[in-house]
């Protein structure tokens, strides 16, 4: 499986909403509404923020949405706060040999 | 709070091995499956292996196969990666994570380099 495709970069002011796409083929994300995203602020380890495509965990703020459409997942994150400031990655779990495979990572930064 | 220890990590020549480990708390460590994911200097995340709650089903990304060996001890709560035949491409920071198709908490990461 190749890496899910995202755009290496996303910015937006205070305020405002940002999406960041994350592309793959149908045997990337197959059958199965695995796709997850993870928050990385520099030399940490990464933060899971939204699970099965759109679900949020406990603690993490609702301005963080997930949503799916086709061989595309997004990553909206509203009300941009600088503390938003990180890298950014998606992962989706196919199946196949029971591994997944991550997005190259976008920098979102806040303006 | 649930938490994920690793350490073993170090400089290792290439051909050498070294053997990872992570030490899980707070949280029923045999009802989950584990996994490990990797983060080479400056570059991205990549999914390494994951193993099964009982160990009985194993999975490796590809570049790994035959190198790596992940298991785990249910009774010590811990996680291991044994790696053999290092390359300078297996330099990087190595996670480990609980979960299958997703994954938290992760722990603090353990550097690996491999070089002469």
């Known amino acids: 499986q190749s890496a899910l495709t995202q755009p290496p970069s996303a910015s937006g002011s205070p305020g405002q909403s940002v999406t960041i796409s994350c592309t793959g083929t149908?045997?990337?994300?197959?059958?199965?509404?695995?796709v997850s995203w993870y928050q990385q602020h520099p030399g940490k380890a990464p933060k899971l923020m939204i699970y099965e495509v759109n679900k949020r965990p406990s603690g993490v703020p609702d301005r963080f949405s997930g949503s799916k459409s086709g061989n595309t997942a997004s990553l909206t994150v509203s009300g941009l706060q600088a503390e938003d400031e990180a890298d950014y990655y998606c992962s989706s779990y196919a199946g196949s040999d029971n591994l997944g495979v991550f997005g190259g990572g976008t920098k979102l930064t806040v303006l | 709070e649930v938490q994920l220890v690793e350490s073993g990590g170090g400089l290792v020549q290439p051909g050498g091995s070294l053997r990872l480990s992570c030490a899980a708390s707070?949280?029923?460590?045999?009802?989950?499956?584990m996994s490990w994911v990797r983060q080479a200097p400056g570059k991205g995340l990549e999914w390494v292996a994951n193993i099964k709650q009982d160990g009985s089903e194993k999975y490796y990304v590809d570049s790994v196969k035959g190198r790596f060996t992940i298991s785990r001890d249910n009774a010590k709560n811990s996680l291991y990666l044994q790696m053999n035949s290092l390359r300078a491409e297996d330099t990087a920071v190595y996670y480990c994570?609980?979960?299958?198709?997703?994954?938290?908490?992760w722990g603090q990461g353990t550097l690996v380099t491999v070089s002469s």
């Open positions: 149908s045997s990337d994300f197959g059958g199965y509404n695995s």
């Open positions: 994570a609980r979960g299958q198709r997703n994954f938290a908490p």
């Open positions: 707070t949280f029923i460590f045999s009802n989950y499956w």
